[in-house]
């Protein structure tokens, strides 16, 4: 079990941990050594056991609060997920219809045939109208 030398508040620490474990321990020392220097700056010198202690309840406050967010974030992620599954699972809105007018070309023939004849009609009427001379 290897042997590691941390340093909090100035003060040094044998610590033992497990095999591949020392990187985890200096990051968790140095957590801790930065609540301990920042105790140190604002009360001064105090008992070593005290700083451990306020130094300890200081990163469970930072860690509560985190868990605290981690919990919002957790629940606000389930309902954007359940919003999500809810817009997933509803069908398809029907498709908008759009008339467009099309005449068939049938009609179009029809309506010019129609208009010829009533041309015609017209110019034999005009005929028939005129007196003679």
């Known amino acids: 079990?290897?042997?590691?030398?941390?340093?909090?508040?100035?003060?040094?620490?044998?610590?033992?941990?497990?095999?591949?474990?020392?990187?985890?321990?200096h990051s968790a020392a140095k957590m801790l050594d930065i609540e301990?220097?920042?105790?140190?700056?604002?009360?001064?010198r105090i008992p070593e056991a005290r700083m451990l202690?306020?130094?300890g309840l200081m990163l469970a406050d930072k860690t509560a609060a985190m868990e605290d967010k981690v919990r919002s974030v957790e629940e606000q992620l389930g309902?954007?997920?359940?919003?999500?599954?809810?817009?997933?699972?509803?069908?398809?809105?029907?498709?908008?219809?759009?008339?467009?007018?099309?005449?068939?070309?049938?009609?179009?023939?029809?309506?010019?045939?129609?208009?010829?004849?009533a041309e015609s009609l017209a110019a034999a009427i005009e005929e028939k109208c005129q007196p003679a001379s």
């Open 53 to 55: 202690l306020m130094a």
């Open 36 to 44: 301990a220097q920042t105790l140190a700056s604002q009360i001064g």
């Open 79 to 117: 309902a954007t997920q359940n919003e999500l599954t809810a817009l997933q699972n509803k069908p398809a809105p029907a498709p908008e219809r759009i008339e467009v007018p099309v005449v068939p070309p049938q009609v179009t023939d029809t309506l010019a045939e129609v208009a010829a004849r």
């Open 1 to 25: 079990m290897p042997e590691v030398t941390i340093s909090i508040g100035g003060r040094n620490f044998e610590v033992s941990c497990q095999e591949g474990e020392e990187s985890y321990l």
